[in-house]
T-cell receptor, first 113, second 111 residues
């Protein structure tokens, strides 16, 4: 499994953009980069995933470096509901590893009113 | 759609007791899995299934059994509960894009 490095914690103010970085220098060419978040006392929630190109959805944007060794999750306007632990998870979509999510410690995002 | 549902929400067991944690999904997903989350830690994969009749072990399978007789249901059985199994258990299912959807969790306390 590819190792990931994320900041332990980050802070933001409400309605400001947030850029959550993740280093995954040992990622393989077939690993997708998944992002999940976990709000307090809830199960993890899928946010976004991508392979090589930048991706956008209604929740966030994912910017993937050209060498794929790092990625950044972008929340365009943070709300109080975005306060959560954010996990960056490289996932192999094929072979015997597909579907298996390896959760690290993630980044605790605090959003201030 | 109800998504992924889990029952019970909370359970207290005595050491040595057995029980089944229920998980169901109504999204017709083939892939389902069980994770446990200990305090202050990330989730760890217990067992997973790629379709009805097919299951396999994850990272921490000891003490747990699973079966998958239907696409919708994926129960997790604790054979003889131990205090080390005190945890929060999450069930998940994955869609065709491998986005996974998690249930609300079952909080288990083993005394």
């Amino acid at each position: 499994d590819a190792k990931t490095t994320q900041p332990n914690s980050m802070e933001s103010n409400e309605e400001e953009p947030v850029h959550l970085p993740c280093n995954h220098s040992t990622i393989s060419g077939t690993d997708y980069i998944h992002w999940y978040r976990q709000l307090p006392s809830q199960g993890p929630e899928y946010v976004i995933h991508g392979l090589t190109s930048n991706v956008n959805n209604r929740m966030a944007s994912l910017a993937i470096a050209e060498d794929r060794k790092s990625s950044t999750l972008i929340l365009h306007r943070a709300t109080l509901r975005d306060a959560a632990v954010y996990y960056c998870i490289p996932t192999n979509a094929g072979g015997t590893s597909y579907g298996k999510l390896t959760f690290g410690q993630g980044t605790i995002l605090t959003v201030h009113p | 759609n109800a998504g992924v549902t889990q029952t019970p929400k909370f359970q207290v067991l005595k050491t040595g007791q057995s029980m089944t944690l229920q998980c169901a999904q109504d999204m017709n997903h083939e892939y389902m899995s069980w994770y446990r989350q200990d305090p202050g830690m990330g989730l760890r994969l217990i067992h997973y299934s790629v379709g009805a009749g097919i299951t396999d072990q994850g990272e921490v399978p000891n003490g747990y059994n699973v079966s998958r007789s239907t696409t919708e249901d994926f129960p997790l059985r604790l054979l003889s509960a131990a205090p080390s199994q005190t945890s929060v258990y999450f069930c998940a299912s994955a869609d065709a894009r491998w986005a996974q959807y998690f249930g609300p969790g079952t909080r288990l306390l083993v005394l």
